[in-house]
């Protein structure tokens, strides 16, 4: 590993970080997924909305299931891994990497019934790294406004591995939901069969080969260990077949376009 220089990065860190970013931006296009909704914001930032409840898992024959509290806050969970805004700030520690948008300028607005988060590939910090732009209360006390507090960084244990476990940002994205979501989804990449159905079929053909080049590739390198893995592994199957069908509606389209449009076809219709 080379030495850089005073001021300069690490230039295997500076490589690794411009990668990530770049797995970012792939999975950040897609659109389809049941519980969250990406959206790109530059060239380095990312917008994640999660859905606070499954409303259709959530309530069976008119009552609820039981499952995590409504109440985040009352008790120890996962969301134990963010930064306490007691906790002495070191000015070494993670507490002051700052996102370039502060929250206080943000403009996004979460859909009903979602929590806003920035996903950051700075390259400046050399991994990515997450924060909430919404809903704070619900998620931990944060014990005033404090705008330094607001824009702390979470502490997610994807995050936390990035650079010794093999961590994709899939594993981020993963987090983000199953802590967010109530009750926690059995697949945080389940995808939205009935939104995707509705698309016209140019775009569900573009969209389902998107989503199925993510699923295949999510299929080779996830990490089989994961619970959530097998459910992955099953959206495949129903979605390729989808894709097919979409392909074969487009090229039924197109050759009843070019048809109408040929001249025996134009001669036809000037002989009636």
Request: charged content about 25%.
């Amino acid at each position: 590993v080379m030495i850089a220089g005073e001021g300069e990065e690490p230039q295997d860190e500076t490589r690794g970080a411009k990668q990530s970013f770049g797995k970012m931006a792939l999975l950040f296009s897609l659109q389809g997924f049941k519980y969250f909704q990406p959206w790109l914001r530059g060239k380095e930032e990312l917008l994640l909305t999660v859905v606070n409840e499954d409303l259709v898992s959530f309530s069976v024959g008119g009552k609820k299931k039981s499952g995590r509290s409504h109440n985040l806050t009352s008790a120890p969970s996962p969301w134990d891994w963010l930064i306490s805004p007691f906790v002495f700030r070191d000015p070494s520690s993670e507490e002051h990497l700052l996102p370039a948008s502060p929250s206080e300028r943000e403009i996004a607005v979460p859909e009903v019934n979602c929590t806003l988060f920035l996903l950051a590939g700075y390259v400046k910090y050399g991994r990515p790294y997450a924060w909430i732009r919404s809903n704070h209360e619900r998620l931990v006390n944060i014990g005033g406004t404090d705008s330094l507090v607001r824009d702390t960084p979470m502490k997610l244990k994807s995050i936390s591995d990035w650079q010794t476990r093999g961590i994709r940002v899939w594993d981020i994205v993963s987090e983000l939901v199953c802590l967010c979501t109530i009750p926690s989804p059995s697949n945080p990449f389940a995808l939205d069969m009935r939104y995707i159905q509705s698309l016209p079929f140019p775009d569900r053909f573009l969209v389902t080969g998107a989503l199925l080049n993510f699923l295949e590739m999510y299929v080779v390198y996830g990490n089989r260990d994961e619970l959530h893995y097998d459910k992955v592994v099953e959206e495949v199957k129903p979605l390729r077949r989808l894709h097919v069908q979409s392909l074969l509606e487009l090229q039924r389209c197109r050759d009843t376009s070019r048809l109408s449009c040929s001249p025996a076809a134009q001669d036809s219709s000037e002989e009636e």
